[in-house]
């Protein structure tokens, strides 16, 4: 077949699959996530080999993550995060704390290098906003007050687990000592500091300028270009460039109601994001994995990620009460796209090996897999208060 | 520089150059696709060799293009195109048979090869429907007789001119024969009134089916399969990808305003397209064109671009009197994105050599910047009926 002919056939494939796995799981109520990894894993090199790695798909999955990131970001106004207060601090720092520590002293225990425990400690760190609050949203609960702990202490941990990440990347191509260490967490943190206080403001003052430009979708424009401005910067100062584009979203987070930023760029996510996951999941070689060393690992690795989280935010909102913690610990628990995006950057720099990103993967679905049913036992008592909000609502009102 | 920095960027400075020189382009009241072109030229890799070609890139472009005719084809209502009636049927038809016969003509009397003679011809038909659109909504004179005709007769020609260049890219792989012109002309025909008579029914039938569906965002979903999908079959049997991503939006048009399909195809098009044109300028040569005998052909063709659709269109619109025969002839004039494509596949399928794609290129960016002022002076004596319309509400009127 013409070049031409099969890339267009294999995006058809690539998106149609997803499409139609995520749907799958979507009916199950599971994440429609996990059915678009599924899609990548059966249809890729290590299974029925129908699509194979390329340059254009793996480019298209990147910009894909860049925009997911980017969407994450505009959700994430700077301003909440100030006025969420003491209880979701608390649970979002202890959160990320405990579940490092119980991944990077395991890992670091069983001999393998320092390196590699850190991306490890990092992929347990951050929850994942989206299926967080996509769950707590699908139930009507968005409004309780464990729903907005968990939501407001989720962004805390998604900017410390983007940090966490900065300096982890920044190690991966470097000599490993501690004053990198400090240089790469100061850098990281300057930059999200700087973004954070300065981004906003300047963004502000020139924010009219933008309706005299004559460029037609000009607000969008304008994002785009900020976007793939700041992901390519924050690559090139050697971090991630998933953080600038999280930065990205939430400078711009506070216009991003009045021009639809968030619609229009989970529009070009609904395109593009389905690449990525799938990409993601065409890189699980099923036999690396299929040895019961690894296995056993990974069930270590999911039970340490699972304590963490309930341990460490359970403790953080031990105001709300037993069973209030309870259900914070539980909400906080689902990983998702955040870790997986951590080992995915730890596979390509080599700094963790197959089997390793393999188990992330495997922490990653398992908790958000596990999360749904338990939430709706413990909150069996409660009836919804509405009906099932939209995650833009959620998010508007967090 | 690391490569993914380097794509990083290059993605960033692609996207930002192309929309800076669009915007210069429209504060001098020219479409900004003469400036996304211009970047691609002066950063491409033979002026500035700021930005090399790559796998991704061309990637980027061929999507964005398909997504281009996606967005066309949403806004060419089928049972629009059967209610406009005789004049605009005419100044279609006519507008087409001769710009094709001198085009033609002329590249075959000069002793071109019979196929490179072919692909000029149909690079000359296509007036862009956008273009067109775009100005005379700037002018507030969408709803005027002459505007409406122009609207309609240049979705006939689009339609046309898709079979055309279905037809001629066809032969572009084959040996030329009278029986193979017969059999892709009827194998795109066919094609065509498949999708235009038996899609939309079909649509019709299974479009409830998209509300149960529980993955969000599933109308758009479905429409980018069904684009990706058409894409990747023209392809297959031998048709250009573009032709099946235009009969998949046509196929879609008559639920593109419930489910607002266009709004959602022009966001992921404000991404996608700028690095269509851009890599579109980038493979001008300038050095080939820079030579006598190739600018003196430009010129000839640009003018045999005019004549053809002054006089083939005018004569259409000759019920109209002479000054409204006129309007509709100018209106026709400009030729865009469709002729560029045209150009640029010919060029992929070594049809045509680099010196007739650039000569292309000239002509669509000179019959395109010479009509507005023309225009605004045929229509001086008339007011703006009303406020500038947007290209949305102009298709929608049509």
């Not at 678009?36 to 993550?65: C, M």
């Not at 300096?167 to 967490?185: D, F, P």
Request: neutral net charge; proline residues 4%; contains cysteine.
């Amino acid at each position: 077949m013409e070049h031409a002919t099969q890339v267009l056939l294999d995006l058809f494939l690539i998106f149609a699959s997803a499409k139609l796995l995520g749907e799958l799981c979507e009916r199950f109520r599971q994440p429609a996530v996990v059915g678009e990894i599924l899609a990548g894993l059966l249809l890729g090199p290590y299974v029925l080999r129908i699509v194979s790695h390329s340059p254009i798909y793996e480019g298209i999955a990147e910009i894909g993550v860049i925009f997911l990131l980017f969407t994450v970001g505009l959700e994430t106004k700077p301003s909440d995060i100030l006025s969420v207060g003491g209880v979701a601090s608390k649970v979002g720092i202890l959160g990320i704390v405990l579940p490092f520590a119980l991944g990077f002293g395991l890992i670091f225990y069983l001999g393998h290098p320092t390196l590699e425990a850190l991306f490890i400690g990092t992929a347990l760190v951050a929850t994942s906003v989206g299926i967080t609050a996509r769950v707590l949203g699908d139930m009507g609960l968005i409004q309780e007050t464990e729903s907005r702990i968990i939501l407001g202490a989720a962004v805390i941990d998604d900017i410390i687990g983007m940090i966490l990440l900065a300096v982890v990347s920044g190690l991966g191509e470097g000599v490993l000592s501690w004053v990198r260490i400090a240089v790469v967490a100061v850098q990281a943190i300057a930059f999200t500091l700087f973004l954070a206080f300065i981004g906003s403001p300047v963004i502000n003052r020139y924010a009219r300028t933008i309706d005299n430009l004559k460029t037609p979708h000009a607000p969008l424009v304008g994002a785009i270009l900020i976007c793939l401005g700041l992901s390519a910067l924050s690559s090139a100062i050697g971090m991630a460039a998933i953080i600038g584009a999280f930065m990205a979203g939430m400078v711009l987070a506070e216009f991003s109601g009045r021009y639809h930023l968030v619609e229009k760029a989970e529009t070009i996510c609904a395109f593009l994001v389905p690449y990525f996951f799938f990409v993601m999941g065409s890189h699980i070689n099923v036999a690396v994995v299929a040895n019961w060393e690894i296995l056993w690992l990974a069930l270590v690795i999911t039970v340490l990620a699972v304590v963490g989280k309930l341990l460490g935010c359970g403790l953080g909102a031990w105001s709300l009460g037993r069973k209030g913690a309870l259900i914070v610990g539980v909400g906080m628990v689902p990983r998702g796209e955040v870790g997986i995006i951590v080992a995915m950057l730890g596979l390509k720099l080599h700094a963790i090996p197959e089997s390793m990103y393999a188990l992330v993967i495997f922490m990653s679905v398992v908790t958000t897999l596990a999360v749904p049913p338990v939430l709706r036992v413990l909150f069996r008592d409660r009836p919804a208060a509405r009906e099932p909000a939209s995650i833009e609502s959620a998010m508007e009102r967090r």
